[in-house]
Protein backbone atom coordinates (compact mmCIF):
# COMPACT_ATOMS: atom_id res chain seq x y z
CA UNK A 1 0.00 0.00 0.00
CA UNK A 2 1.27 3.17 -1.06
CA UNK A 3 1.85 5.79 1.74
CA UNK A 4 3.04 9.16 2.63
CA UNK A 5 3.30 9.80 6.14
CA UNK A 6 4.41 12.89 7.41
CA UNK A 7 5.87 14.76 10.82
CA UNK A 8 3.51 15.89 13.31
CA UNK A 9 2.18 19.48 14.39
CA UNK A 10 5.22 21.74 14.81
CA UNK A 11 4.63 25.43 17.36
CA UNK A 12 7.29 27.77 16.51
CA UNK A 13 7.64 30.41 17.27
CA UNK A 14 9.30 33.43 14.39
CA UNK A 15 12.68 33.54 12.96
CA UNK A 16 12.96 29.77 14.35
CA UNK A 17 13.74 26.98 12.11
CA UNK A 18 12.04 24.40 11.17
CA UNK A 19 12.23 21.00 8.66
CA UNK A 20 9.38 18.68 8.44
CA UNK A 21 8.97 15.15 6.42
CA UNK A 22 7.61 12.89 4.72
CA UNK A 23 7.88 8.99 4.77
CA UNK A 24 6.90 6.89 1.60
CA UNK A 25 6.61 3.81 1.68
CA UNK A 26 4.72 0.97 -0.49
CA UNK A 27 6.99 2.05 -3.86
CA UNK A 28 9.79 2.70 -5.23
CA UNK A 29 10.66 6.14 -3.86
CA UNK A 30 13.39 7.23 -6.20
CA UNK A 31 10.78 6.30 -8.96
CA UNK A 32 8.25 9.18 -8.47
CA UNK A 33 8.43 13.09 -7.88
CA UNK A 34 7.27 14.23 -4.09
CA UNK A 35 5.89 17.40 -4.09
CA UNK A 36 5.11 20.09 -1.26
CA UNK A 37 1.60 21.91 -1.33
CA UNK A 38 1.02 24.81 1.52
CA UNK A 39 -3.05 25.56 2.75
CA UNK A 40 -3.22 28.19 4.44
CA UNK A 41 -6.11 28.55 7.29
CA UNK A 42 -9.39 28.98 5.13
CA UNK A 43 -7.62 29.19 1.87
CA UNK A 44 -6.90 27.12 -1.45
CA UNK A 45 -4.22 24.86 -2.32
CA UNK A 46 -0.41 26.06 -3.42
CA UNK A 47 2.43 24.69 -5.25
CA UNK A 48 5.58 25.30 -3.30
CA UNK A 49 8.03 23.14 -5.05
CA UNK A 50 8.89 19.78 -6.33
CA UNK A 51 11.79 17.10 -5.63
CA UNK A 52 12.93 13.95 -7.78
CA UNK A 53 14.23 11.60 -5.04
CA UNK A 54 16.02 9.73 -7.83
CA UNK A 55 18.73 12.18 -8.62
CA UNK A 56 17.44 15.51 -6.14
CA UNK A 57 16.45 17.55 -9.52
CA UNK A 58 14.57 20.17 -7.50
CA UNK A 59 12.07 22.92 -8.64
CA UNK A 60 10.55 25.56 -6.75
CA UNK A 61 7.70 27.56 -7.22
CA UNK A 62 8.48 31.80 -7.93
CA UNK A 63 6.71 32.68 -4.67
CA UNK A 64 8.08 30.05 -2.39
CA UNK A 65 12.14 30.10 -4.03
CA UNK A 66 14.62 31.70 -1.68
CA UNK A 67 12.00 31.08 1.60
CA UNK A 68 12.35 27.61 1.92
CA UNK A 69 14.52 24.36 0.87
CA UNK A 70 13.01 21.08 -0.64
CA UNK A 71 15.44 18.24 -0.14
CA UNK A 72 15.07 14.05 -0.16
CA UNK A 73 17.46 10.75 1.50
CA UNK A 74 17.10 8.69 -0.84
CA UNK A 75 18.19 5.96 1.53
CA UNK A 76 15.61 6.78 4.37
CA UNK A 77 12.56 7.17 1.48
CA UNK A 78 11.70 10.55 2.96
CA UNK A 79 11.88 14.01 1.80
CA UNK A 80 11.34 16.94 3.21
CA UNK A 81 10.64 20.73 3.65
CA UNK A 82 12.90 23.35 5.81
CA UNK A 83 12.75 27.07 6.75
CA UNK A 84 15.51 28.95 7.91
CA UNK A 85 13.65 31.46 9.76
CA UNK A 86 10.20 30.92 9.77
CA UNK A 87 7.59 33.83 9.97
CA UNK A 88 3.70 34.39 11.13
CA UNK A 89 2.54 34.17 7.79
CA UNK A 90 4.24 30.26 7.56
CA UNK A 91 1.17 29.52 9.60
CA UNK A 92 -0.53 26.60 7.59
CA UNK A 93 -1.03 23.30 6.64
CA UNK A 94 1.73 21.62 4.54
CA UNK A 95 1.20 18.48 2.02
CA UNK A 96 3.11 16.41 0.65
CA UNK A 97 2.28 15.22 -2.53
CA UNK A 98 3.46 12.20 -5.27
CA UNK A 99 3.52 11.98 -8.79
CA UNK A 100 5.21 10.33 -11.72
CA UNK A 101 5.83 13.11 -13.02
CA UNK A 102 7.03 16.81 -12.72
CA UNK A 103 3.93 17.98 -14.13
CA UNK A 104 0.99 15.50 -13.38
CA UNK A 105 -1.55 14.64 -11.59
CA UNK A 106 -1.41 14.24 -7.65
CA UNK A 107 -2.07 10.69 -6.85
CA UNK A 108 -1.18 10.36 -3.21
CA UNK A 109 -1.49 12.75 -0.77
CA UNK A 110 0.30 12.76 2.70
CA UNK A 111 -1.76 13.76 5.86
CA UNK A 112 -0.28 16.87 6.11
CA UNK A 113 1.55 19.01 8.85
CA UNK A 114 0.30 22.28 10.73
CA UNK A 115 2.91 24.52 10.90
CA UNK A 116 1.97 27.55 13.97
CA UNK A 117 4.24 30.40 14.10
CA UNK A 118 3.09 32.78 16.59
CA UNK A 119 5.41 34.64 19.54
CA UNK B 1 1.93 31.45 -16.49
CA UNK B 2 -1.10 29.25 -16.67
CA UNK B 3 -3.93 30.87 -14.90
CA UNK B 4 -6.71 28.78 -13.35
CA UNK B 5 -10.14 30.01 -12.52
CA UNK B 6 -12.85 28.51 -10.75
CA UNK B 7 -16.31 29.41 -10.78
CA UNK B 8 -18.69 29.89 -8.54
CA UNK B 9 -16.73 30.32 -5.08
CA UNK B 10 -19.50 29.55 -3.03
CA UNK B 11 -22.26 27.07 -4.22
CA UNK B 12 -25.38 26.45 -2.03
CA UNK B 13 -27.40 23.39 -2.84
CA UNK B 14 -29.67 20.23 -2.17
CA UNK B 15 -29.32 16.58 -1.39
CA UNK B 16 -30.45 15.52 -5.26
CA UNK B 17 -29.60 18.65 -6.70
CA UNK B 18 -27.73 18.36 -10.33
CA UNK B 19 -24.39 20.68 -9.32
CA UNK B 20 -21.97 22.03 -12.49
CA UNK B 21 -18.34 23.82 -11.21
CA UNK B 22 -16.44 25.73 -13.71
CA UNK B 23 -12.53 25.88 -14.45
CA UNK B 24 -11.55 27.93 -17.09
CA UNK B 25 -7.29 28.15 -17.62
CA UNK B 26 -5.69 31.14 -19.26
CA UNK B 27 -4.35 29.38 -22.25
CA UNK B 28 -5.07 26.13 -23.85
CA UNK B 29 -4.50 23.02 -21.54
CA UNK B 30 -6.13 20.46 -24.08
CA UNK B 31 -7.27 17.98 -21.57
CA UNK B 32 -4.33 18.03 -19.35
CA UNK B 33 -6.95 18.55 -16.27
CA UNK B 34 -7.83 17.12 -12.69
CA UNK B 35 -10.29 17.83 -10.17
CA UNK B 36 -9.92 17.14 -6.42
CA UNK B 37 -12.03 16.69 -3.73
CA UNK B 38 -11.58 18.31 0.07
CA UNK B 39 -13.07 18.23 3.12
CA UNK B 40 -12.30 19.48 6.35
CA UNK B 41 -8.96 18.56 8.01
CA UNK B 42 -8.29 15.92 5.27
CA UNK B 43 -6.30 15.72 2.29
CA UNK B 44 -7.58 16.43 -0.92
CA UNK B 45 -8.59 13.17 -3.07
CA UNK B 46 -7.94 13.15 -6.85
CA UNK B 47 -11.62 12.65 -8.54
CA UNK B 48 -11.06 13.08 -12.26
CA UNK B 49 -8.29 13.04 -14.61
CA UNK B 50 -7.72 14.14 -17.90
CA UNK B 51 -10.72 16.35 -17.95
CA UNK B 52 -13.10 13.06 -18.00
CA UNK B 53 -11.77 10.30 -16.77
CA UNK B 54 -13.13 8.89 -13.65
CA UNK B 55 -10.64 7.93 -10.77
CA UNK B 56 -11.17 4.31 -9.43
CA UNK B 57 -13.45 4.36 -6.81
CA UNK B 58 -14.83 7.72 -7.34
CA UNK B 59 -18.77 7.47 -7.54
CA UNK B 60 -20.38 7.67 -11.02
CA UNK B 61 -22.39 10.61 -9.78
CA UNK B 62 -19.42 12.70 -10.54
CA UNK B 63 -18.41 13.61 -14.02
CA UNK B 64 -15.96 15.80 -16.00
CA UNK B 65 -15.78 17.45 -19.26
CA UNK B 66 -14.55 20.16 -21.33
CA UNK B 67 -11.50 20.45 -23.65
CA UNK B 68 -8.84 23.34 -24.30
CA UNK B 69 -9.97 26.14 -21.35
CA UNK B 70 -13.19 25.34 -20.36
CA UNK B 71 -14.38 22.76 -18.38
CA UNK B 72 -17.06 21.32 -16.44
CA UNK B 73 -17.46 19.25 -13.12
CA UNK B 74 -20.78 17.94 -12.91
CA UNK B 75 -22.52 15.91 -9.61
CA UNK B 76 -25.62 14.55 -11.22
CA UNK B 77 -27.06 13.93 -7.86
CA UNK B 78 -25.93 15.72 -4.43
CA UNK B 79 -25.31 13.77 -1.75
CA UNK B 80 -24.75 14.48 1.73
CA UNK B 81 -21.22 13.08 1.44
CA UNK B 82 -20.59 15.46 -1.62
CA UNK B 83 -20.84 18.71 0.54
CA UNK B 84 -17.16 19.76 0.29
CA UNK B 85 -14.42 21.86 -1.48
CA UNK B 86 -13.38 21.14 -5.02
CA UNK B 87 -9.93 22.41 -7.22
CA UNK B 88 -9.05 22.29 -10.24
CA UNK B 89 -5.94 21.44 -11.04
CA UNK B 90 -4.00 21.93 -14.75
CA UNK B 91 -0.79 19.63 -15.61
CA UNK B 92 -0.18 20.60 -18.93
CA UNK B 93 2.37 23.11 -18.76
CA UNK B 94 5.24 23.04 -15.80
CA UNK B 95 5.11 27.36 -15.12
CA UNK B 96 3.41 27.66 -12.73
CA UNK B 97 3.81 23.72 -11.04
CA UNK B 98 0.75 22.33 -11.41
CA UNK B 99 -1.60 25.20 -10.86
CA UNK B 100 -4.66 24.89 -8.89
CA UNK B 101 -7.92 26.99 -9.32
CA UNK B 102 -8.76 28.98 -6.39
CA UNK B 103 -11.68 26.40 -5.08
CA UNK B 104 -15.53 26.08 -5.20
CA UNK B 105 -17.10 25.21 -2.12
CA UNK B 106 -20.41 23.49 -2.17
CA UNK B 107 -22.40 24.12 0.62
CA UNK B 108 -25.65 22.74 2.39
CA UNK B 109 -28.60 24.99 0.87
Known amino acids: EVQLVQSGAEVKKPGESLKISCKGSGYSFTSYWIGWVRQMPGKGLEWMGIIYPGDSDTRYSPSFQGQVTISADKSISTAYLQWSSLKASDTAMYYC????????????WGQGTLVTVSS | DIQMTQSPSTLSASVGDRVTITCRAS??????LAWYQQKPGKAPKLLIYKASSLESGVPSRFSGSGSGTEFTLTISSLQPDDFATYYCQQYNSYSPLGAFGQGTKVEIK
Open chain 2, 27 to 32: QSISSW
Open chain 1, 97 to 108: VRQLDIVATVDY
